[in-house]
């Protein structure tokens, strides 16, 4: 029965994969296969190692890009070998270090190769409220053109990674609205990119910089929907500015996110490669993705 499901989904993607002749497109240096979205505020976008807007250039052994299988959607939608910062031209107004992305991205590799070359897409900008993210505002406008971007060589979206919240501590409004705006945020990105079981893995906040920590971290903690895990940055070292998550926070928060990626998604070999193929990627995620709890 299983061989069988397979079999009909490779014909499929056989069928549909001719030339794609409308679409301007160069082949990346690796053919990504686990395309992973990386968006939210300055802590996603990476400060490890940012003092007084002069980011150190240390880069520890477990962000190092070290495989042209690990790449990144450059601002000019290209794929281009990963290395820190990740964000450098997409939060083009702050001063990028180290985030989580490639600590995630080396440490799901070495854990399980099985993965394919690995696509990460960075859409993070510091200093951003969630309302910022909305359905229909340019933040969330762009990401879904980025991943749209990158599915075009093929590929399947894995799991969007979200690491926000602190700018909505400061007013008490922005507080409590944060959970139905987080719960919409998900729902609407799913829709949008027709994968309606996206896994999201979030960080919960440790601290913010408004009085109304604890409201955001509740609600964040209670999201109510399927396929979202949450990882804890609490007790995680932060810079001196207080501010941001040091490097090695960094690296340890990577690492956490991908445990919590590897113990909650079953990996799929990824036999769709065609970008017309985007039905197939719901069938697959539909179909053998186990829900998260
Ligand atoms: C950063 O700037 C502050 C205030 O201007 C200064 O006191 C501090 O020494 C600077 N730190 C570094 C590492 O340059
Ligand atoms: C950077 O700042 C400029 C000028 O304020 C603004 O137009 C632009 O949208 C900003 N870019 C990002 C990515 O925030
Ligand atoms: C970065 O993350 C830490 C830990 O959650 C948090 O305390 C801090 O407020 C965040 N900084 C910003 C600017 O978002």
Same mark, same amino acid.
């Given at each position: 029965m299983f061989a069988f499901l397979w079999l009909m989904l490779l014909a499929y993607a056989w069928l549909v994969s001719p030339v794609n002749s409308n679409n301007v497109y160069s082949p990346p240096p690796s053919q990504v296969q686990s395309i992973f979205l990386l968006a939210g505020q300055s802590n996603m976008s990476g400060r490890?190692? %940012?003092? !007084?807007? =002069?980011? $150190?250039?240390?880069?520890?052994?477990?962000?190092? @890009?070290? =495989? #042209? @299988?690990?790449?990144?959607? @450059? *601002?000019?939608?290209?794929? %281009?070998? *990963?290395? $820190? #910062?990740?964000?450098? &031209?997409? &939060?083009? !107004? !702050? =001063?990028?270090g180290v985030g989580p992305g490639m600590a995630f991205a080396n440490s799901v590799m070495s854990k399980d190769s099985s993965i394919g070359a690995i696509g990460l897409v960075p859409c993070a900008i510091g200093g951003t409220k969630i309302s910022e993210w909305g359905r229909g505002r340019e933040l969330y406008n762009r990401l879904i053109r980025r991943a749209e971007a990158a599915l075009q060589g093929g590929g399947i979206i894995r799991a969007l990674l979200w690491y926000q919240g602190e700018s909505d501590t400061i007013e008490h409004e922005d507080a409590k609205l944060y959970k139905i705006r987080l719960e919409r945020l998900f729902t609407h990105l799913r829709a949008d990119l027709q994968l309606p079981a996206l896994p999201v893995i979030q960080v919960a906040l440790a601290s913010g910089q408004g009085p109304y920590v604890d409201v955001v971290r509740k609600a964040q903690f209670e999201v109510d929907l399927p396929n979202v895990k949450t990882v804890d940055a609490y007790g995680l070292p932060m810079e001196p500015d207080s501010l941001h998550l040091s490097t090695s926070a960094q690296v340890r928060l990577g690492e956490m996110l991908a445990d919590t990626f590897l113990q909650s998604v079953p990996l799929l070999p990824v036999h769709v490669q065609s970008s017309a193929c985007k039905t197939c990627q719901n069938f697959v995620l539909d179909t053998f993705l186990r829900p998260f709890r």
């Amino acid at each position: 029965m299983f061989a069988f499901l397979w079999l009909m989904l490779l014909a499929y993607a056989w069928l549909v994969s001719p030339v794609n002749s409308n679409n301007v497109y160069s082949p990346p240096p690796s053919q990504v296969q686990s395309i992973f979205l990386l968006a939210g505020q300055s802590n996603m976008s990476g400060r490890g190692g %940012v003092i !007084n807007r =002069t980011w $150190d250039g240390v880069i520890p052994f477990q962000s190092q @890009s070290k =495989t #042209p @299988s690990i790449l990144r959607l @450059s *601002a000019v939608q290209t794929w %281009v070998q *990963a290395q $820190d #910062p990740l964000h450098k &031209d997409i &939060d083009v !107004n !702050n =001063t990028c270090g180290v985030g989580p992305g490639m600590a995630f991205a080396n440490s799901v590799m070495s854990k399980d190769s099985s993965i394919g070359a690995i696509g990460l897409v960075p859409c993070a900008i510091g200093g951003t409220k969630i309302s910022e993210w909305g359905r229909g505002r340019e933040l969330y406008n762009r990401l879904i053109r980025r991943a749209e971007a990158a599915l075009q060589g093929g590929g399947i979206i894995r799991a969007l990674l979200w690491y926000q919240g602190e700018s909505d501590t400061i007013e008490h409004e922005d507080a409590k609205l944060y959970k139905i705006r987080l719960e919409r945020l998900f729902t609407h990105l799913r829709a949008d990119l027709q994968l309606p079981a996206l896994p999201v893995i979030q960080v919960a906040l440790a601290s913010g910089q408004g009085p109304y920590v604890d409201v955001v971290r509740k609600a964040q903690f209670e999201v109510d929907l399927p396929n979202v895990k949450t990882v804890d940055a609490y007790g995680l070292p932060m810079e001196p500015d207080s501010l941001h998550l040091s490097t090695s926070a960094q690296v340890r928060l990577g690492e956490m996110l991908a445990d919590t990626f590897l113990q909650s998604v079953p990996l799929l070999p990824v036999h769709v490669q065609s970008s017309a193929c985007k039905t197939c990627q719901n069938f697959v995620l539909d179909t053998f993705l186990r829900p998260f709890r």
